[in-house]
Structures are given as structure tokens and as C-alpha cells.
């Protein structure tokens, strides 16, 4: 059994999506009832929401991530709390805002392959 992608501690009952992200985890009971998500990956998402090459793309990407930081709940140095204090504790730097565009490139040539349409195309 694998351990819950949330808090690491207990043993995961199955997967649980990511609202924004392609993707599932092992969740425990626990963080399935308090709805957490990941940290490391909202923050992620965050990140890649609010840099530069998504503003570009998208009309508001704040307003875009104040919704998305106002939905989520998170497990962050062991207890359950809202995205929006959790990110207050550890916000993203503009290097991470900087650097995410050209690791998402990277990421997407090396796993989705070169036919795969950029973002917004």
C-alpha cells in the first residue's frame, strides 16, 4: 500500500484527483474527509498560474488563482489547513515564477512528446 501523497503518514485508502492538476494521489481517509491536497503540488499549480508566459496566455490568471487558493485545503507542517495561510507561510519567489515556464517546456517535450499543442493553442 502506498503512503498518502497529503500528509505522508498513514497508509492511502486510493487516489483522489487535484482540482487543476492531470492527475491523482494516494490520499488517506483523514485527508479525503478534511478534502487536502497536496501542497507541493497547489503551490506548483500556483506558481504556473501566475507566471509570466500564463499571463499571457490567459485573461486574468489572478483572479484565476485567488479562486483556485480560496477553494483548496492543504496539510502543511503537520496540521490541515486553508491553500491561502499554507501559501502565506511559504510563498512562491519570483525565481520560481521565472524558472516554471522553462521547466514546463522541458517537462513537456520530454514526457508529452513535440506534437503536443502549447497551452492556450
Known amino acids: 500500500m502506498l503512503n ?13 484527483s487535484i482540482p487543476g492538476v492531470p492527475m491523482f494521489v494516494p490520499c488517506c481517509k483523514k485527508c479525503l474527509e478534511q478534502n487536502a491536497h497536496p501542497f507541493f503540488l497547489v503551490r506548483a499549480n500556483i506558481v504556473c498560474a501566475l507566471s509570466p508566459e500564463t499571463a499571457e496566455r490567459w485573461e486574468d490568471p489572478a ?3 485567488q479562486e483556485y487558493i480560496d477553494s483548496m ?49
Open 63 to 65: 483572479v484565476i488563482a
Open 4 to 16: 498518502c501523497e497529503v500528509c505522508g503518514s498513514e497508509e492511502s485508502i486510493g487516489v483522489a
Open 73 to 121: 485545503n492543504t496539510y502543511y507542517e503537520g496540521q490541515y489547513m486553508p491553500l491561502r495561510r499554507a501559501l502565506s507561510l511559504k510563498p512562491p519567489t519570483r525565481d520560481e515564477l521565472e524558472e516554471n515556464d522553462a521547466a514546463y517546456e522541458e517537462y513537456r517535450r520530454e514526457h508529452m512528446g513535440e506534437g503536443v499543442p502549447e497551452l492556450g493553442d
